[in-house]
């Protein structure tokens, strides 16, 4: 098993920043792939940005160049720098972990684009 908790949501103003952190905890040596999906009201969940254990990104088209995927191995952490933040990147936040075995989800967190 593993576990999953993200942190770092909130409200900000349209243009503003935020700073996501997700932590891995449990079994995972079976995880090589980090990554933060979003939901938002009425829609599918959807792929933001991922990243291997060796540090290689992938993003969604609507978040390039705007967002960054890092990961920390050390610290089983992996974190997403939102910048130039759009009304429409609302939306709950959910850490993603998978590798050999299952896929792990977080419990969500909340990023709400607003002035």
């Known amino acids: 098993q593993v576990q999953l908790v993200e942190s770092g949501g909130g409200l900000v103003q349209p243009g503003g920043s935020l700073r996501l952190s997700c932590a891995a905890s449990?079994?995972?040596?079976?995880?090589?792939?980090l990554g933060w999906y979003r939901q938002a009201p009425g829609k599918e969940r959807e792929l933001v940005a991922v990243i291997t254990r060796g540090g290689r990104p992938n993003y969604a088209d609507s978040v390039k160049g705007r967002f960054t995927i890092s990961r920390d191995n050390a610290k089983n952490t992996v974190y997403l720098q939102m910048d130039g933040l759009k009304s429409e990147d609302t939306a709950v936040y959910y850490c993603?972990?998978?590798?050999?075995?299952?896929?792990?989800w977080g419990q969500g967190t909340q990023v709400t684009v607003s002035s």
């Open positions: 449990g079994s995972i040596f079976s995880i090589s792939i």
């Open positions: 993603n972990a998978r590798g050999i075995g299952p896929v792990y």
